[in-house]
Each structure stands twice: as C-alpha cells, then as structure tokens.
C-alpha cells in the first residue's frame, strides 16, 4: 500500500517537471512583448517566472490540504 | 522636485522605458509572424528576439504535438455535438502557423496529406463504446491532454509575438522617419524626448 502510494507521489513530482519549459517559454516570450533590450527582457523574465511558479505552488497547496 | 520637462536631466531609466524600434512595415511583418514564430522579427531585423521566440515557442509545439503521439493537432466540427465539445483547442494552436496549418487543410480539402497525418478523430461510436478519439486519450493517458496544452499555449504565445510585430513592446516609441530626422536636427535623444513628454 505505501509503496504505491510512493509510486503515485513520486509521478506526480516526475509530471511537474513538464511544467518547467511551459514556465519558462511563457516568461521569456510575454517579458519579450513588453521591452526590446535582452536585459530588460531576461530581468522581466526572470521575475514572472518566479512570480507563476509561486503562484503554482500555493495554488498546489492549497489542493493538497484540501485533498487530503 | 525639479520637473524633467522643464531641464536637460534625462530620467535615470528612460533609455529602459522607452525604447525605440523600427517597425519598417507592421503588416508584412504580422503576416509572417504569422507564418513562423520569429518571422515576422527576423524581417524587421529584430535579431535576438526573433531567436528567442523561434526557440522559445517552436520546440513547445513540437514537444507538445510529439508526446501527444502526433494525434494532438486537429481541425474538426462536429454537428451534433454541443457547441462547447467542438475542438476549440485548434483555434488556438492555428496561431502558431504553418505548423499547424496542415490540420486545417486536412480537414477542409479531404485529407490530402493521408490519413495518418494530423487527422481528424472518427467520431462514431464502436462496438462496445467509444470511438478513435477515447482511444487515444486511453493510449497516450495524461500525455494527450499535456500535449495539446502544450500546443495551444505555443499558438497563444505567437499571437502575442505577432502583435509584438506590428505594434512593438508596449511602452516603445514608434517613430516616424521623419521625426526622428527632427529629433536628431535638435539633437536630442529619442528616448530623453519622450520622457519630456510622457512627464
């Protein structure tokens, strides 16, 4: 029973990992619509990236408090 | 509190702010950035961005359309189906452009391409129930739903870049040929004019 409980949970840790590129690509291209510079751009990026990951994960957490 | 309008001082962060891009013809760039993520870009000699948006946005279609088994981009209409059960997921991964483009043209001129290629689902029900659509989601599992997401974002993305193209970073100055020759007959930087302006 625990064991395919850690197998569910270690999937579902293996499946965030397809989120990633999604955070990134997203960050990059909407920074890329609001300067010109690369700069800008990375600098803008970098905080939006860190802004949906935050948001994933309390979103996250609050589903898994509710879950269980 | 000096007023920047009324001195010679250039804001610390205007040349950030106001950034100034040739836009040469908006249109023709729309239409290829409409064709290929980046295109549009290229054409406007807006090198490192259109780079970025070609690595940016291409592989994303690719990876997504590739973990989907190939099955994930497809124009279809159904007639009887509920007006929210249409695949609307194409609507958004027709923006990504010509690599999407072979769905529609599937659909609409009687599979040209085979009937492997980017294919509609036969919708009718089988024996036993379901239909080639259930198949897929049954052999592809989260896979399928992860690669069409993954489509329709990379076609959202170039919608953004193709507005990009044609109206540049929001908060650019867009100029004409000809009031850049006055700004320069005056001597005075672009970016520290608009500045003035926007102040």
Same mark, same amino acid.
């Given at each position: 029973?625990?064991?395919? $409980?850690?197998?569910?949970?270690?999937?579902? /840790?293996?499946?965030?990992?397809?989120?990633?590129? $999604?955070?990134?690509?997203?960050? $990059?291209?909407?920074?890329? /619509?609001?300067?010109?510079?690369?700069?800008?751009? $990375?600098?803008?990026? /970098?905080?939006?990236?860190?802004?949906?990951?935050?948001?994933?994960?309390?979103?996250? /957490?609050?589903?898994?408090?509710?879950?269980? | 509190?000096?007023?920047?309008?009324?001195?010679? &001082?250039?804001?610390?962060?205007?040349?950030? &702010?106001?950034?100034?891009?040739?836009?040469?013809?908006?249109?023709?760039?729309?239409?290829?950035?409409?064709?290929?993520?980046?295109?549009?870009?290229?054409?406007?000699?807006?090198?490192?961005?259109? #780079?970025? @948006?070609? #690595?940016?946005?291409?592989?994303?279609?690719? @990876?997504?359309?590739?973990? =989907?088994?190939?099955?994930?981009?497809?124009?279809?209409? *159904?007639?009887?189906?509920?007006?929210?059960?249409?695949?609307?997921?194409?609507?958004?991964?027709?923006?990504? =452009?010509?690599?999407?483009?072979?769905?529609?043209?599937?659909?609409?001129?009687?599979?040209?391409?085979?009937? &492997?290629?980017? #294919?509609?689902?036969?919708?009718?029900? *089988?024996?036993? =129930?379901?239909? &080639?659509?259930?198949?897929?989601?049954?052999?592809?599992?989260?896979?399928?739903?992860?690669?069409?997401?993954?489509?329709?974002?990379?076609?959202?993305?170039?919608?953004?870049?193709?507005?990009?193209?044609?109206?540049?970073?929001?908060?650019?100055?867009?100029?004409?040929?000809?009031?850049?020759?006055?700004?320069?007959?005056?001597?005075?930087?672009?970016?520290?004019?608009?500045? *003035?302006?926007?102040?």
């Amino acid at each position: 029973m625990i064991e395919s $409980l850690l197998f569910f949970a270690q999937a579902d /840790t293996n499946r965030l990992w397809y989120a990633l590129p $999604l955070v990134v690509s997203v960050s $990059l291209v909407y920074a890329a /619509t609001r300067h010109e510079r690369m700069s800008a751009i $990375l600098r803008h990026a /970098t905080s939006c990236a860190v802004w949906m990951s935050g948001f994933v994960a309390v979103v996250m /957490t609050v589903l898994w408090f509710m879950g269980g | 509190m000096t007023d920047p309008a009324t001195t010679n &001082e250039e804001p610390a962060d205007a040349s950030e &702010e106001f950034e100034q891009v040739d836009l040469k013809n908006p249109l023709l760039a729309a239409g290829l950035a409409l064709l290929l993520p980046g295109l549009g870009h290229l054409y406007q000699q807006r090198y490192a961005k259109a #780079v970025l @948006f070609m #690595v940016c946005i291409l592989p994303m279609y690719f @990876f997504g359309w590739s973990i =989907g088994g190939g099955k994930v981009v497809y124009a279809q209409w *159904r007639p009887n189906a509920p007006i929210l059960e249409q695949r609307w997921h194409y609507v958004c991964q027709f923006w990504t =452009g010509v690599p999407a483009w072979p769905a529609l043209v599937q659909t609409m001129f009687n599979q040209p391409f085979g009937d &492997e290629f980017m #294919v509609a689902p036969e919708l009718s029900d *089988r024996f036993g =129930g379901g239909n &080639e659509e259930s198949d897929w989601h049954a052999q592809y599992h989260g896979y399928y739903e992860l690669g069409t997401v993954y489509t329709m974002i990379a076609g959202i993305l170039n919608l953004l870049v193709i507005f990009d193209a044609v109206g540049g970073p929001i908060g650019s100055v867009i100029r004409s040929d000809e009031e850049k020759k006055k700004l320069a007959a005056k001597n005075i930087p672009a970016a520290t004019a608009e500045a *003035r302006a926007k102040s």
